[in-house]
């Protein structure tokens, strides 16, 4: 009993003792947590992309909140460039993989040489007042840049966008949508209202033109000389024969959906609008379909741009149409 009483009275002395020590001891040990640095995707669910631009199986997007991104295998991956501004992107246009000119509010605009590498930032001839939001930039067949904007405004640059012209005054309180060229020297705008004017001195003297329509027309664009097409808001759907000097209403079914860009393949027109409508029609705009990018797609798509025997369009998503099959690049957001 005396040797029982002795070693438990040894334990109750010695064990707060090892507590200690084994405290102490773990208390030197140094806990090495791994760190995980979670990158965030390159098109993100809160991404709205305003303009897109095609060359071969490279692709540029431009967007909300100055952001940039860029493919070069047909939309299949991605990778975001950095500009330094942080206002929305409006439109952007390339004459090819390397050199591409972007327009954007409060009268800046962007210009790139080597792919998007680096963005050299450029002032665009804007009017006082105004916000400064310029809305579209296009291509001519002889390469200058035209862009368009609110308060009555189109201006051009012949170098590539880093120096601009305007070519009419800041008279009129009209927001030209898109440009679109018949020829060298014959020219369209499409804007609120249903409003249309034409050029056919290059720029230097525009006509207005009867559409007979009062929703806002937002796209433009000729297939060849003679023979264009307009589409607008409310399903609306104007073509020319005579280069823009008159147009005329086309009847597409039971369309109501608003329709903010047009395309022609080669083969077809193709339009894209609001929850997801795709309104595809023959060279003549005498035959239309009306269906959607996706059955599943009701996201509003506000540009596309022909890349192979599909386009590509931008809007609340990204994607990509081909042989009647829909690809979604980024999240699922609809």
Do not use: Y
Request: aromatic share 8%; charged share 20%; hydrophobic share 45%.
């Amino acid at each position: 009993m005396a040797q029982r009483s002795l070693m438990s009275k040894l334990w109750a002395f010695f064990l707060p003792v090892m507590v200690a020590g084994a405290l102490l001891a773990l208390s030197r040990v140094r806990l090495e947590v791994p760190r995980v640095v979670i990158e965030p995707p390159v098109i993100e669910t809160r991404d709205r992309f305003l303009g897109v631009a095609v060359i071969g199986d490279v692709a540029w997007a431009v967007g909300k909140d100055g952001k940039i991104i860029r493919s070069e295998d047909a939309g299949k991956t991605w990778a975001q460039q950095a500009t330094g501004l942080h206002i929305n992107f409006q439109s952007i246009a390339a004459w090819d993989d390397q050199n591409a000119v972007v327009v954007a509010n409060r009268g800046k605009g962007l210009v790139t040489s080597d792919g998007g590498k680096t963005w050299q930032e450029v002032a665009l001839p804007v009017a006082e007042g105004g916000s400064g939001k310029v809305l579209r930039v296009r291509l001519d067949p002889q390469g200058r840049a035209w862009a368009v904007s609110e308060i009555n405004l189109i201006m051009r640059s012949v170098d590539r966008g880093r120096t601009w012209q305007r070519l009419t005054e800041a008279d009129d309180d009209v927001a030209w949508n898109d440009i679109a060229f018949a020829g060298d020297d014959t020219a369209c705008v499409v804007g609120e209202f249903g409003r249309i004017a034409c050029s056919v001195d290059d720029g230097a003297t525009w006509e207005p033109r009867e559409s007979a329509v009062e929703p806002s027309l937002m796209s433009v664009v000729f297939r060849d000389s003679l023979n264009g097409l307009a589409v607008g808001l409310s399903g609306t759907v104007l073509a020319t024969d005579d280069s823009g000097v008159s147009w005329r209403q086309v009847t597409v079914g039971d369309l109501d959906r608003h329709l903010f860009d047009v395309i022609w393949t080669g083969q077809r027109w193709v339009a894209v609008g609001d929850k997801g409508v795709m309104l595809t029609g023959d060279a003549e705009a005498s035959h239309w379909e009306i269906a959607r990018v996706n059955p599943a797609d009701f996201a509003w798509h506000i540009a596309l741009a022909q890349q192979g025997d599909g386009f590509i369009t931008v809007g609340l998503n990204v994607g990509r149409w081909a042989d009647g099959q829909w690809q979604l690049f980024g999240p699922r957001f609809h």
